[in-house]
């Protein structure tokens, strides 16, 4: 098992930043992706970027040229930089794990809400 805690979630103006981080711990060894989805009111859960062990990314198309996604392999951490919010970004964001054996962790997600 791997249990996730993520932090940095807030209020933020349009066209402000944030840092989402998450921290992993358990069965570490065991995780080949990490990454965020996020959920905004009456939507599906939608990805927003991920990447693997060996530091590959992928990113969802709303996001791609504002967000960046990074890792800390000693650290068992991922985070999620946000630049040049929009209205449009406001949804709670949920940290994952993908393990090598294909099972997935989920955190207990955080509400970035991006509004005047």
């Known amino acids: 098992q791997v249990q996730l805690v993520e932090s940095g979630g807030g209020l933020v103006q349009p066209g402000g930043s944030l840092r989402l981080s998450c921290a992993a711990s358990g069965s570490i060894f065991s995780i080949n992706v990490m990454g965020w989805f996020r959920q905004a009111p009456g939507k599906q859960r939608e990805l927003v970027a991920n990447i693997n062990r060996s530091g590959i990314t992928n990113y969802g198309d709303s996001v791609k040229g504002r967000f960046t996604i990074s890792r800390d392999n000693d650290k068992n951490m991922v985070y999620l930089q946000m630049n040049s919010l929009k209205s449009e970004d406001t949804a709670v964001y949920y940290c994952?794990?993908?393990?090598?054996?294909?099972?997935?962790?989920w955190g207990q997600g955080t509400q970035v809400t991006v509004s005047s």
């Open positions: 994952y794990v993908l393990r090598f054996g294909g099972q997935d962790s």
